[in-house]
DNA sequence: CTGAAAGCGCTAACAA
DNA sequence: TTGTTAGCGCTTTCAG
């Protein structure tokens, strides 16, 4: 096996005790007998194992990381932002995908209680209706920080965007640009983001100038075909929208091919916004108009947020709550 | 703090022993301990101490996963890959990104001896010259296996493409399509998977009918600006290159964007292909010609290696290589 | 079939 | 400034 403290010890002619303080830095320590040992530690390439610390001290230094997938640049980009905190604050970080699966989530998140992790930082899945698994981790003592996909009723630290005001203004963006007649697609109605998005779209609809204030939402829950096909039967309807919301990034490839396939134009027929980080929106044809999220930035505040409440004691989570903007990108789909 | 055995051994009027090997379903206690024992576990919620249990088996049912970054869908794809035979087996996994920085790749290996993972999963930095971190963990004694980016000095499993002969493949495609000046954008040219893909392009061009081989490789290992820039230039040239290879999937944005600029039409005066496995590829326009890597097969085949290793005692590592084939999907920027 | 006891490697009182 | 000692919670001989 590797070596440990009690072979420094034995080398050095002393106790592990002194060993221990001393790899710690601690001032009780002779400067002296700390050069001697990191000299050692250095030359027996020591590396203290990190569970019989954990065992002993009751905490881990790792966070876990909960999300539904890793599929598209939103979570991709989170990771990145969570990761780059966590190295700096030298946290190592464990990574659960729940593919969107409540069970799983339920699965996962009672592991935690064992204790694995210091912290848990969760975007939930899209099947998620109840919220007891989240509560009851939280009341064994476990800080959790949500980011984007929450549970409202849950108390504790959000990281979100402003999701209702995005859609908003993207659709008013739409209406300025001429669309009459507005659909917004939505999934996984059960989220919390997808339900202010969508408050965004109704709210903007209701407050236009335009007289008939319709509404037209359009479930897409199923996989790229599947889309492509309810949006094909949404848009070869004769009485079909002028303008398009899509509510996630996974929409926006069956979007263009539907629009294809039926010959409509872009933007001149129908106009588009997406919520998406795609780099790609740049050179789609049209380029397409986005409401980009801060993914890189909302992982590095949910994991900056935790980080303040597993360094001080007093730093209430319940009260943290960070808004973090999307932007509109106002590119040539929704051109007028 | 939580319930642990000398609670349910107190209760149960049993031994801490008694009580685990009753919970590991032993055969030498009695089915009734066992059913009093996985009651009571049940309704006091008992989640065995993982780092408790770890110091003591000198396991940690865990595995690390050390990638460049995941903003790219090869990453992404691939950890989903990871994760999900992971979570079938039953392991935790730790992830770390080196940010494509060989130090921080260093460090992060180092800190493996500590014991803290049972098996390492790794995609190397564009900036890895020289492989003794790698060596040094596995002397130790510690499995790893290499996916994608691997350092072909390194005696262990690598699951990888079938870089060369897709680029060779590629570049053929290219020339059938009446090509004659093909040019190569290489990036991290450290990489062996890179200078597979380089060379299969020259080999193609080698073995190609035109009379004037020549090759064209330039360097674009910058951000998306900066290639741009590199792209821009070389495409302005009036002696430009009349197809294009794209070795990763982010020089696609800047490149349809200089053609943009140039009004340089795809597929007509330039054609590309570009390796990536990006969903976008379908609505570009023109749609892009890709190799697309096998990216989550790729991530779960390294996983099913390592874990077959961590099952069995007898399995050598240094004979598992994987070749996972790419696929080329011909679309209209190749179009002749 | 059950239990006593040792110990995984480290930390933290407390003593010296 | 250094050392002794008692665990952290669990697994695993070995005895009963």
New binding site residues.
């Given amino acids: 096996?590797?070596v440990?403290?009690?072979d420094l010890?034995k080398q050095l002619?002393?106790?592990?005790?002194?060993?221990?303080?001393?790899?710690?830095d601690?001032?009780?320590?002779?400067?002296?007998?700390?050069q001697r040992v990191f000299e050692l530690a250095k030359k027996l390439n020591?590396?203290?194992?990190p569970?019989?610390?954990s065992?002993?001290?009751?905490s881990s230094k790792t966070i876990a990381v909960v999300l539904p997938e890793v599929a598209d640049s939103f979570f991709s980009l989170a990771i990145n932002g969570i990761e780059s905190v966590a190295q700096e604050k030298g946290y190592h970080v464990l990574i659960y995908l729940t593919h969107e699966s409540f069970e799983r989530e339920e699965a996962i998140l009672k592991e935690f209680q064992?204790?694995r992790v210091d912290g848990i930082l969760i975007s939930v899945s899209g099947e998620t209706r109840s919220s007891d698994h989240i509560k009851e981790v939280i009341t064994a003592g476990m800080p959790l920080v949500f980011f984007d996909r929450v549970c409202e009723d849950v108390e504790t630290a959000k990281i979100i965007t402003n999701d209702f005001e995005s859609s908003y203004t993207a659709t008013c963006h739409l209406l300025k640009a001429g669309c009459k007649k507005i659909a917004y697609l939505s999934t996984s109605s059960a989220l919390s983001i997808n339900n202010k998005r969508m408050e965004g779209y109704k709210q903007a609809v209701a407050d236009s100038g335009i007289k008939e204030k319709t509404t037209r939402i359009v479930s897409c829950d199923s996989n790229t075909e599947g889309n492509y096909k309810i949006i094909f039967e949404l848009l070869k309807n004769k009485n079909r929208p002028d303008g398009l919301i899509a509510s996630v990034e996974k929409l926006t490839t069956p979007i263009y091919l539907a629009c294809e396939s039926l010959k409509l134009s872009i933007p001149r027929e129908i106009k588009l916004v997406s919520f998406t980080n795609l780099q790609a929106a740049l050179i789609l044809n049209p380029t397409l108009t986005t409401i980009t999220q801060p993914a890189f930035e909302m992982g590095k505040a949910a994991a900056a947020v935790l980080f303040k409440s597993l360094e001080k004691t007093n730093f209430n989570l319940k009260k943290e709550t960070v808004i973090v903007p999307s932007v509109l990108d106002a590119r040539n789909s929704s051109k007028n």
């Avoid at 002619?13 to 710690?24: H, P, R």
């Avoid at 601690?26 to 700390?34: A, D, N, R």
């Avoid at 020591?46 to 194992?49: D, I, K």
């Fill in positions: 096996m590797s440990k403290i009690k010890a002619n002393l106790s592990v005790a002194t060993i221990s303080k001393a790899l710690k601690s001032h009780e320590i002779s400067p002296e007998t700390k020591y590396t203290p194992n569970y019989a610390s065992l002993r001290k009751r064992s204790g």
